[in-house]
Each structure stands twice: as structure tokens, then as C-alpha cells.
């Protein structure tokens, strides 16, 4: 089974502080994923990863950026936190199998800012 | 561009009868189209996908998605909700990023059961 974990479920932090979220998947896929999740809103895409230290913006990528220096780990990192980015951060994982290929997710970090 | 509405934010079924989730989809070509489900604190968990192989799709504990072309439409059915089927559930269509493929997500429906 794929498994895609996340190094915290709860999180945290004040406004300002610099955060790290990190994602390891185990199932050697060469794209990754960071989302946000908020309600009403479903998920939407900050950034994704092809490759080692290839990155492309996704949809919200203001405030954040992104590590990919091991094929298996993916980090998302709030340079200043601020409470607008208080949410659910979901991490996935994929394989090259083309349109059809499902992505795999974690289990989710809830980060509160304050 | 690409992208998928689902029509309902809320559905409320009763134990045993049929459950029917809708979405429609935007798409310039035939698209890659996926249902995930989210259980409370879990994270999501594939149901199906649409890859055009049959346009009956049949998923894990016992959905099944029809694709219709000529309505845009890929809605999410079950015969019989059980209380464990109470979760928010995504429509989902697949997209060329540029480098990869993406998913564009909609914006959820959250499927009550009551007893």
C-alpha cells in the first residue's frame, strides 16, 4: 500500500514565525503535491513537484514555498506565517501514469496561526 | 479550462435508501474524472475514476459513477446509504500542469446518514 505521511496532525504557530511542513512518501513517485484545505472551498493547489528540486506554482502559491531535495520527502514552508493561513494542509503523492494516474494523500496537518 | 461543479454542498439520506451525489464537469477533451471521499479527520481516499475505458465506473463499498457525455454529468451513486457512507465527498477532473498532471478539485458535498 502506498503511504504518504505527514510529520504533524496539529500545529500551532504564531503569526510571523517561519513554518515546515513535511511530507515523506514510500512508494518512489516522482510527483508531489501540497493543498490547502478550507471549507466551502475544497482543495486547492499551492505547489507540486515532478522531479528532485523541481517545483512548479500551483494555484495559491503567495506566502508559501517549497523543498524537494530527497525524491521522497516534500516540504512546505510559510516563510511568515499569518493567521490567513490558518487551515488543512493535505500532501499527496503520484506516480507518472499519465491523466488517469490517482493521487495518494496524507492524513492532513491542521495548522492554526494566532 | 478545465474544471467540475458539484451541484449540492449538503445531502441528507436516510439509512437504506439511495444516495445520489452530482456533479458536472468542463472539459475542451475527454477528461479523467475521479470521485474521492473524506471521512471526519481522516485524510481522502480514492472511490473511482472515469479514465474512458466504460462509462460505468464501479468504486469501493459498493458507489459506482456513470460518465454522460452528452450532459456533462458524472454523479455518484449508491443502491442503499449505510451510516458509515456519512463523509464530504469530491468530484474531481484531471488536468496537464505543464510538467505533470494535476487535479482540480470541486468544492465538496457532505453526505449526511441518518438512522
Known amino acids: 500500500d502506498v503511504k504518504v505521511t505527514q510529520s504533524s496532525r496539529y500545529l500551532v504557530k504564531r503569526t510571523g514565525e517561519k513554518v515546515f511542513l513535511e511530507c515523506v512518501q514510500d512508494?518512489?513517485?516522482?510527483?508531489m503535491f501540497w493543498y490547502r484545505q478550507d471549507p466551502g472551498l475544497g482543495l486547492r493547489l499551492i505547489y507540486f513537484?515532478?522531479?528532485?528540486?523541481?517545483?512548479e506554482k500551483g494555484d495559491i502559491p503567495e506566502g508559501y514555498s517549497v523543498s524537494r531535495e530527497k525524491k521522497e520527502r516534500f516540504s512546505l514552508i510559510l516563510e511568515s506565517a499569518s493567521t490567513n493561513q490558518t487551515s488543512m494542509y493535505l500532501c499527496?503523492?503520484?506516480?507518472?501514469?499519465?491523466?488517469?494516474?490517482?493521487?495518494?494523500f496524507g492524513p492532513g496537518t491542521r495548522l492554526t496561526v494566532t | 479550462a478545465q474544471s467540475v461543479t458539484q451541484l449540492d454542498s449538503h445531502v441528507s439520506v436516510s439509512e437504506g435508501t439511495p444516495v445520489l451525489l452530482r456533479c458536472n464537469y468542463s472539459s475542451s477533451y475527454s477528461p479523467s474524472l475521479f470521485w474521492y471521499v473524506q471521512h471526519p479527520n481522516k485524510g481522502l481516499q480514492l472511490l473511482l475514476k472515469y479514465t474512458s475505458a466504460a462509462t460505468l465506473v464501479k468504486g469501493i463499498n459498493g458507489f459506482e459513477a456513470e460518465f454522460k457525455k452528452s450532459e456533462t454529468s458524472f454523479h455518484l451513486t449508491k443502491p442503499s446509504a449505510h451510516m458509515s457512507d456519512a463523509a464530504e465527498y469530491f468530484c474531481v477532473v484531471s488536468v496537464w500542469g505543464g510538467a505533470t498532471n494535476k487535479l482540480i478539485f470541486g468544492t465538496g458535498t457532505l453526505l449526511a446518514v441518518q438512522p
Open positions: 513537484s515532478y522531479d528532485v528540486k523541481m517545483k
Open positions: 499527496a503523492s503520484s506516480g507518472d501514469g499519465g491523466a488517469s494516474y490517482e493521487q495518494y
Open positions: 512508494m518512489d513517485h516522482e510527483n
